[in-house]
């Protein structure tokens, strides 16, 4: 009897023998297959997971961006220099917000003042005036200089009519501290899609390309830190209710914000602000 093949074995142990080592090739296949396919199912659940924070990610450095710049226009709005321009009832609503804020200051080397006391003109002034509005700021008084205010030849720039710098005229600008501005606007617009756009409006620019901020946005607010007097605390008020009386302290800005797949936000920062208000120590 032959056993080339299958040692001493008998060829029906031989048949099973293979038999045995097919069963266990294959059980052993299969369960290489299991685990890796439970290894790719995991990588790609890795995969997901960490793309879906990145998304998180991105969405809150979004948010948080929006805030910043949100923050900071309202820190500047209405200050030129040494100059505090109040806040207007107009500048703020539920879905719009309209800043004023000093953009580029406008160099100049010499100012001409007549025999009463009055600024004549702007002399060296070197840049392009493109916009058809200027704002003169000081310490002690400030003047908005419109279409037909004021007037260029060169590189002078006259007023229409002249303004007063002698202390003793009201509405006198403060010469040491004084700065010709061409104003900037922000336009901040809250859609009803939620999509929160900022538009910027520098002189003599009419692009106005507007800028989604933050998405979706369902509200925005703004409350106030008002005191009215010295021997009164300061009180928070929404903008709505404040009736314009007093100083502004401080401001907080509020977003309602619905991140992709998660509860609804409310995004706050307060902003102190600085005030004509002198209380004595």
């Known amino acids: 009897m032959s056993s080339r093949g299958c040692g001493r074995c008998r060829p029906e142990s031989c048949r099973i023998a293979r038999g045995s080592a097919l069963i266990s090739a ?15 199912s ?22 948080d961006w929006a805030l910043r710049e949100m923050a ?48 004549q003109r702007f002399e060296g002034v070197p840049q392009a005036l493109p916009g058809a509005s200027l704002l003169l700021s000081s310490c002690l008084a400030s003047h908005g200089l419109g279409l037909g205010q004021w007037s260029r030849q060169g590189e002078t720039v006259a007023l229409h009519p002249a303004l007063p710098v002698a202390y003793q005229q009201p509405g006198a600008l403060h010469l040491p501290s004084l700065q ?3 104003p900037l606007e922000r336009r901040y617009r809250l859609h009803a899609d939620g999509r929160l756009e900022r538009v910027s409006v520098e002189a003599g620019d009419d692009k106005q390309e507007a800028q989604v901020m933050l998405s979706p946005v369902r509200a925005m607010r703004l409350k106030v830190l008002v005191q009215e ?30 991140p992709e797949g998660e509860r609804a ?7 102190p602000l600085a005030s004509g208000l002198a209380c004595p120590s």
Not at 42 to 63: C, G, I, P, T
Not at 233 to 253: M, P, S
Request: glycine share 8%.
């Open 72 to 119: 900071r226009d309202l820190a500047r709005h209405g200050r030129f220099g040494c100059a505090l321009l109040g806040w207007r009832k107009a500048d703020f609503s539920a879905a719009a917000w309209h800043l004023r804020l000093a953009g580029t200051a406008v160099s100049f080397n010499k100012l001409a003042i007549d025999g009463e006391g009055k600024l």
């Open 265 to 271: 936000r409310t995004l706050s920062r307060t902003i």
């Open 42 to 63: 995991a990588f790609s659940r890795a995969a997901r997971n960490v793309s879906m924070d990145a998304a998180a990610l991105e969405q809150w450095q979004q948010a």
């Open 229 to 258: 007097g010295c021997a009164q605390a300061g009180a928070w008020r929404f903008w709505e209710a404040w009736n314009g009386a007093g100083e502004i302290l401080a401001a907080q800005l509020e977003l309602d914000w619905q």
């Open 180 to 182: 010709l501005w061409m």
């Open 26 to 40: 294959l059980l052993a296949l299969a369960l290489s297959s299991f685990i890796i396919a439970g290894a790719v």
